[in-house]
């Protein structure tokens, strides 16, 4: 047998590898501890992140559903009734408040009553930042502002551009920082009834009893064109971000859809009596009023409403001659499943639009007493506000002398979220 002494020899001198102790030694996780180990740190991850991924989700997802019309946030299912003690008055015009806007901030609102006034509110202090005064019949050459009750009135969404409109014809564009008078819009041959901007523009779309639809280049101080279909005045209008507006045909008892760039019109039957107000929910569906009581859900694809409630507001009058009460304002919470309706019964009423817009519920009514002849939800939906007066907005009909004329800012509490839901 043949013995390799060197091999033995190099073997011999190789030091044996020391065991490190039990606890210096590392931890090999299996597969199955490894996935779970990362699955709790992409927990962790999402909880501090949560505020971006809703974010991201409002910014990049929302406004794409915002442009199809499709976007319904469910919000009314949250709402509460808001405690009267938390209910706001804001008083500074002499007689009954027209209309209002809130600026897309939610820090600012603008109102204008029959007093021919104008005035900007600060939201959180309840000031009064200015106050454009009225002037009287006759001194139109030398007042500046309006001498005629001021029937509507738009913001742009970058709240540069004021815009209002009165009883005499007169469209007057302001610069809604300073309320310095910028220029006047000519052209209509009855008063203003309607006015709206289109969302992330300057461009101005007006309505009147004349019955016509024009349009209008603000930042060129420049009358654009005109559209005509409506058969009798109209009495409301609104537009969001597309080439379109939504205008109501009072005693035509029609709702149209105007497409500018089209220059064509869809129109849509329901309601028995003039339709008095308008305002869409989002790019597809919209909410009005009339003076038969009801308030109609409809959708641009259906020329008859998804839904009507009668009678919204009850009636009044003596037995047998009962009268449904008015509905002399709608508002929306734009791409929600909530809108409002007010009256002369002193209440606003809260609706919660069904599953794809296929119904209205009654959410509940907050006490507002006087003619509800405005109502505007703020951007972020944290509050309601409904402009009062003791008269209704375009005539003299009847008169609540309790009422007071101002502007109420209702907020609207929400029911505390559920963690094991979230």
Not at 76 to 95: F, N, Q, T, V, Y
Not at 203 to 213: C, E, F, K, P, Q
């Amino acid at each position: 047998m043949c013995i390799n002494y060197n091999a033995c020899f190099f073997y011999s001198n190789v030091e044996p590898k020391k065991r490190r102790p039990i606890e210096e030694q590392e931890y090999e996780e299996t597969p199955q501890e490894k996935k779970l180990r990362l699955a709790k740190l992409y927990i962790d991850q999402l909880k501090e992140e949560g505020e971006f991924v809703l974010t991201y989700f409002s910014n990049m997802i929302s406004p794409q559903l915002e442009q199809k019309g499709k976007l319904q946030r469910p919000i009314a299912k949250d709402l509460l009734p808001p405690d009267a003690s938390d209910i706001r008055l804001l008083r500074g015009h002499k007689l009954p408040i027209t209309c209002l806007v809130i600026t897309s901030d939610d820090k600012h609102i603008f109102s204008a009553a029959k007093d021919c006034s104008i005035i900007k509110w600060d939201v959180e202090s309840g000031k009064k930042l200015h106050k454009i005064p009225g002037g009287r019949k006759g001194t139109e050459d030398r007042h500046v502002g309006h001498t005629g009750h001021i029937l509507c009135m738009a913001v742009s969404s970058d709240a540069k551009y004021l815009a209002t409109g009165d009883m005499n014809k007169l469209i007057m564009i302001w610069e809604a920082e300073t309320c310095k008078h910028l220029y006047k819009f000519t052209g209509h041959k009855g008063p203003v009834s309607g006015l709206s901007f289109r969302r992330g523009s300057h461009d101005l779309y007006s309505a009147s009893h004349d019955r016509s639809v024009k349009v209008w280049n603000v930042d060129e101080n420049a009358y654009v064109e005109t559209l005509f279909g409506h058969q009798d005045a109209i009495t409301g209008l609104d537009c969001l971000s597309r080439e379109r507006c939504v205008t109501t045909g009072g005693r035509d008892r029609s709702v149209r859809v105007w497409k500018i760039a089209e220059e064509s019109q869809l129109v849509f039957h329901g309601h028995e009596g003039s339709i008095d107000c308008v305002q869409l929910i989002n790019e597809e569906h919209m909410i009005t009023g009339a003076d038969d009581g009801s308030v109609c859900l409809w959708s641009v694809n259906r020329k008859k409403p998804l839904s009507t409630v009668k009678q919204a507001h009850g009636c009044h009058g003596d037995a047998g001659l009962e009268q449904p009460h008015w509905v002399a304002s709608v508002a929306a919470l734009q791409n929600s499943d909530t809108v409002a309706s007010g009256s002369h019964n002193s209440l606003v009423q809260l609706w919660k639009c069904a599953q794809n817009f296929r119904g209205l519920e009654p959410l509940f009514s907050i006490p507002v007493p006087g003619f509800v002849n405005s109502l505007k939800f703020s951007s972020s939906g944290r509050f309601l506000v409904a402009g009062v007066g003791q008269e209704h907005r375009l005539g003299r009909w009847w008169r609540i002398k309790e009422a007071k004329n101002g502007i109420y800012i209702i907020p609207l509490k929400r029911r505390a979220p559920n963690p094991e839901s979230q």
